[in-house]
């Protein structure tokens, strides 16, 4: 929440998600004017659990609200994590590990970019594993059959819980996991996603292909096993112990199939969902290690260092708080954003999005569409403009920003308000 007051998000993604949560507690389709004019936010991703966020949106209707709530899911995740550590390791040690859960790497990049809708897979996540791991398997999978509807791509994880729970005896039960997630994975791309889209697609689909050597084409290059040592390193490598971390192969393999590497590097929200398997897996790989009448030395040091060394490691990677509150400068650029209207239809730059998302229909700068301008858009026209003084090359180069905002006099915008290094644009006609 701190970085939204200093002005540090982004409208990519945290004003698209507040725009669809506003439309569902508005009772409207979750449409995001950022996406494009009445661009459908389930024609992109299939995450309609977004609803559930509607009732609080609706009390406290701001960006930041999703940001406090994406980090009491990931508070929330925490105890079934720590449940079942103190349950297997005894208090201090599951504390430990808990400890080390809730800071660990990968929630805490999440929670740094912005707010995404695997924030609410991650508890889901975490209820499923912990199930699997004490063997109650229709549990498990019913706790993550709602998966289906955060994204299309955690199908993954509910398949691989069926086929755990299959090769475990429960085999109807598992076969039913596999097929509704094959279904429904199925189900959200082909059809529904399609429907919805602008262009009649499944996005994301272009990002497969079989081009190339399979088995090239998901190994390398070598940074992707960067990112398997960095999810590995907490757990001391013990989490390969537990078969908890067969449930870490399918979410991997499908991140590095694709060729872009923002999707398998260590960055941004990716490895959220991957966490509560990890520490899980980390329990349970210890608890066989102390499994047993006589346990050798070498297993007892192990399982009473681990624990300690997970914590320090998540310490020694998690950001320190930054307590600074907003700059002499944002609060400026805020001044000017103030002179917009509530209601206004507003052509944002990027960074600016999302304080303005909560109060009026924003599209993304440089994209603009006129008021009157004659022909088909697909982009909600703007009669206002909040742009930076000193923009950056998102989601164009800045040569092309600034040729944009140099031409906007001739285009009927005045200027209505600066400071802060944002400058505010109202049409007035030609």
Not at 162 to 177: D, E, P, Q, S, T
């Amino acid at each position: 929440m701190p970085r939204q007051w200093r002005m540090e998000t982004s409208g990519f993604d945290l004003g698209i998600f507040e725009q669809g949560v506003r439309a569902y507690a508005g009772l409207t389709a979750p449409v995001s004017t950022l996406k494009g004019a009445g661009f459908n936010l389930l024609g992109d991703h299939f995450s309609p659990l977004l609803v559930l966020l509607a009732p609080v949106y609706r009390l406290v209707p701001a960006a930041a609200t999703l940001l406090v709530v994406q980090a009491l899911l990931f508070a929330l995740s925490c105890v079934p994590v720590t449940g079942l550590a103190v349950e297997r390791l005894g208090r201090w040690r599951g504390v430990a590990v808990g400890s080390a859960y809730g800071l660990s790497w990968g929630l805490c990049r999440a929670a740094r970019f912005d707010f995404h809708e695997v924030a609410l897979a991650v508890p889901l996540i975490a209820c499923a594993v912990a199930a699997l791991a004490r063997g109650r398997y229709r549990a498990a999978v019913c706790w993550a059959l709602p998966l289906l509807l955060v994204k299309e791509d955690q199908g993954l994880i509910l398949a691989g819980i069926g086929v755990y729970v299959f090769c475990r005896g429960r085999r109807r039960l598992g076969a039913a996991a596999v097929l509704a997630a094959v279904a429904g994975t199925l189900l959200a791309v082909l059809v529904v996603v399609p429907a919805l889209n602008p262009g009649g697609v499944w996005t994301y689909g272009s990002n497969g292909g079989w081009q190339g050597d399979p088995l090239t084409r998901l190994l390398l290059p070598w940074p992707k096993w960067g990112t398997v040592a960095l999810l590995l390193a907490p757990t001391a490598f013990v989490a390969l112990r537990s078969p908890l971390a067969l449930l870490l192969v399918l979410p991997l393999a499908c991140r590095f199939w694709t060729p872009a590497p923002t999707y398998w590097s260590a960055g941004q929200h990716y490895n959220a969902v991957l966490m509560p398997v990890l520490f899980l897996a980390l329990v349970d790989g210890l608890h066989r290690l102390r499994a047993g009448t006589a346990v050798p030395r070498w297993r007892r040091r192990v399982v009473a260092a681990v624990p300690a060394l997970a914590l320090a490691f998540a310490l020694a990677l998690a950001p320190l708080p930054d307590p600074a509150g907003p700059s002499t400068a944002v609060r400026d650029a805020r001044r000017t954003l103030a002179v917009i209207p509530d209601g206004a239809t507003v052509a944002a730059a990027n960074r600016l999005a999302p304080q303005l998302t909560d109060r009026c229909t924003v599209s993304l700068f440089p994209y603009l569409t006129f008021p009157g301008a004659t022909g088909p858009s697909w982009r909600p026209e703007a009669r206002w403009v909040a742009a930076e003084d000193r923009p950056g090359d998102f989601p164009v180069p800045q040569s092309e920003q600034l040729a944009l905002l140099a031409a906007l006099p001739g285009a009927g915008y005045r200027v209505a308000a600066t400071g802060g290094g944002v400058t505010v644009y109202q049409w007035t006609g030609n």
